[in-house]
């Protein structure tokens, strides 16, 4: 998760840092179908084997990125 997070923050520019950090913790499903998608495909949740959706304790994609947009939200904070 942490290594997650911190790819995030090398990809994800200032402004972008700031929007999310800004945001209230229930309005970060609004970021679903951009970064959530994102965070999806660059990180292989669909991939049932995969590490990271043990480690968000899920096994739906969508759950896990929430998870790690979460992350992202309190290491912003």
């Given at each position: 998760?942490a290594?997650?997070?911190?790819r995030?923050?090398?990809?994800?520019?200032?402004?972008d840092?700031?929007?999310?950090?800004?945001?209230?913790?229930n309005?970060?499903?609004?970021?679903?179908?951009?970064?959530?998608l994102?965070?999806?495909?660059?990180?292989?949740?669909?991939?049932?084997?995969?590490?990271?959706l043990l480690?968000?304790?899920?096994s739906?994609?969508?759950?896990?990125?929430?998870f790690i947009?979460?992350?992202?939200?309190?290491?912003?904070?």
């Amino acid at each position: 998760m942490a290594e997650a997070v911190a790819r995030l923050l090398l990809v994800l520019e200032e402004k972008d840092q700031l929007t999310i950090a800004a945001m209230e913790p229930n309005n970060l499903i609004d970021l679903h179908f951009g970064l959530g998608l994102a965070i999806r495909n660059a990180y292989d949740l669909h991939n049932p084997d995969n590490p990271l959706l043990l480690e968000c304790a899920t096994s739906h994609p969508d759950d896990a990125a929430l998870f790690i947009i979460h992350a992202l939200w309190q290491r912003l904070q």
